[in-house]
């Protein structure tokens, strides 16, 4: 594997359910990132993790909740969602946060909650 | 506020160069980038400018002016496979992208 891959590619879930999102990246970066990308808006920064430590949380509701055990692998936790939170979510990385560096993307999570 | 706005959709054909701009407003300046969007695939890295002025890249070229707070796109002899969302980003003071809506390119043959 190559890159940044994300599984699953699609979900649908009820508002009930808890479900979890899986992202790993294969480039040695040290920054790893969660954005949701809703039709015709722009990507929203959810949370941004810099050598395994949490450094931005964008106000994001509490039924997302990431994991980052290492710097390679980043998980977003998802419970008791809304229909308002179907939504591609993209998972990044980078070399680095503190610096103008390229963010690599992964290919998504096409997210529908019912 | 922070602030990204480029048009939402653009048309163009086959073999003709088109100009996407794209004007922002952030608190600090940490540069500007543009990705492309296939639709249902990741964005993919274009270019990046912190420097006023024109970065040519094949047929695609990127422009800044950071005293007018502008960006544009040049894409030149496009091609049917350059359908697709354009994004533009602002890196702010904290190293953070504010990102635009993208603008939807579509090549006509």
């Known amino acids: 594997e190559t890159g940044v891959t994300q599984t699953p590619r699609h979900l649908v879930m009820g508002m009930t359910n808890k479900k979890s999102l899986k992202c790993e990246q294969h480039?040695?970066?040290?920054?790893m990132y969660w954005y949701k990308q809703s039709a015709k808006k722009p990507l929203e920064l959810m949370f941004v993790?810099?050598?395994?430590?949490?450094?931005e949380n964008n106000s994001v509701p509490s039924r997302f909740s990431p994991e980052c055990p290492n710097s390679s692998h980043l998980f977003l936790h998802l419970h008791t969602l809304q229909p308002e939170d179907s939504a591609l979510y993209l998972c990044?990385?980078?070399?680095?946060?503190?610096?103008?560096?390229?963010?690599?993307f992964g290919p998504g999570t096409r997210l529908t909650v019912l | 506020g922070q602030n990204i706005d480029q048009p939402t959709e653009m048309t163009a054909t086959e073999g003709a160069i088109v100009q996407i701009n794209c004007t922002y407003q952030?608190?600090?300046?940490?540069?500007l980038f543009w990705y492309q969007q296939h639709a249902g695939e990741a964005p993919t890295f274009l270019s990046y400018?912190?420097l006023d002025g024109l970065e040519e890249k094949g047929r695609f070229s990127s422009f800044l002016s950071r005293s007018k707070g502008y960006s544009y796109l040049l894409l030149k002899e496009l091609q049917m496979k350059d359908s697709a969302s354009y994004l533009c980003?602002?890196?702010?003071?904290?190293?953070?992208?504010?990102w635009g809506a993208g603008t939807k390119l579509i090549i006509k043959p």
């Open positions: 400018n912190v």
């Open positions: 993790y810099n050598f395994k430590e949490q450094t």
């Open positions: 980003a602002a890196m702010d003071s904290n190293y953070q992208l504010i």
């Open positions: 952030t608190s600090g300046f940490n540069g």
């Open positions: 990044a990385s980078s070399q680095v946060v503190a610096d103008p560096d390229t963010q690599y």
């Open positions: 480039l040695g970066h040290n920054a």
